[in-house]
């Protein structure tokens, strides 16, 4: 019978065997549609920003799996945000420093050296993000011996004044503003997971949703081959005791 091609030769012919699974018939790769269309499904509700707990309902997949399926979507969004600014390397023409800063801690201006520091570069379209270090608590002396210092940092930021965006806003006025937004439907994100959230953004921001969908497709598509490989050469591998033995 004839299916969607081969992950490891793109064969597009295959056995229907008992279990329900299909089975390559140039290279025997088997797999089960069934559980291709969940993953699917899965990338689906991640690009639509349904919340895991209301997939993992909707789709009757319990909540750890669609977990683990969204963390390796927001994976590969970093990933090819780091292939599109391989390719775009020499375009970039405007760059911003930008402090991101949770708004419960936005109310008191001391707070601000627990904020996130991002590069921000574009090439007028496209945006790229660079987490900054941890820096800004070098800071604390400074601000201790000068409360007024505080001041100068909030106006180095601007922090405070992005929210309003104006007809001549650049992509990375317009970033800031869709990153903020974006990151609330998240209701808090962890500082260590704050990367991953970042790349999300900036891929769904340089992206329309029909490319952002055909461009995580094949992107999975791709890791899912790497990784059958990569789990055949290890299984075809000769135990080490008879590597030894001859
Ligand atoms: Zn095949």
Redesign the pocket.
């Known amino acids: 019978m004839k299916s969607t091609p081969?992950l490891?030769?793109k064969?597009t012919h295959f056995y229907l065997l008992k279990d329900g699974r299909l089975e390559?018939t140039?290279?025997n790769?088997r797999y089960s549609p069934t559980k291709r269309a969940q993953t699917l499904e899965l990338l689906e509700a991640f690009l639509a920003q349904h919340s895991p707990q209301n997939t993992a309902h909707t789709l009757g997949i319990s909540l750890p799996t669609v977990q683990k399926n969204f963390a390796h979507f927001r994976h590969l969004c970093a990933i090819l945000c780091e292939r599109a600014y391989e390719s775009r390397a020499g375009a970039f023409c405007e760059y911003e420093e930008y402090l991101f800063l949770p708004a419960s801690k936005q109310k008191n201006l001391y707070q601000m050296v627990e904020g996130i520091g991002i590069m921000g570069l574009s090439t007028g379209k496209h945006v790229y993000t660079l987490l900054m270090p941890d820096h800004l608590h070098t800071y604390d002396a400074q601000i201790r011996a000068n409360p007024e210092f505080i001041h100068t940092l909030s106006n180095y930021y601007q922090w405070h004044k992005i929210s309003k965006l104006t007809t001549s806003a650049t992509p990375l006025s317009r970033f800031w503003v869709f990153l903020e937004e974006f990151l609330k439907g998240f209701y808090g994100v962890k500082r260590e997971h704050f990367g991953a959230y970042l790349k999300e953004a900036e891929f769904r921001f340089n992206h329309d949703k029909a490319t952002q969908k055909s461009l995580l497709a094949q992107a999975w598509r791709e890791h899912e081959a790497r990784r059958l490989r990569a789990k055949m050469i290890t299984t075809q591998e000769p135990p080490l005791s008879q590597v030894w033995k001859i």
């Open positions: 081969c490891l030769c064969h390559c140039a290279c790769h």
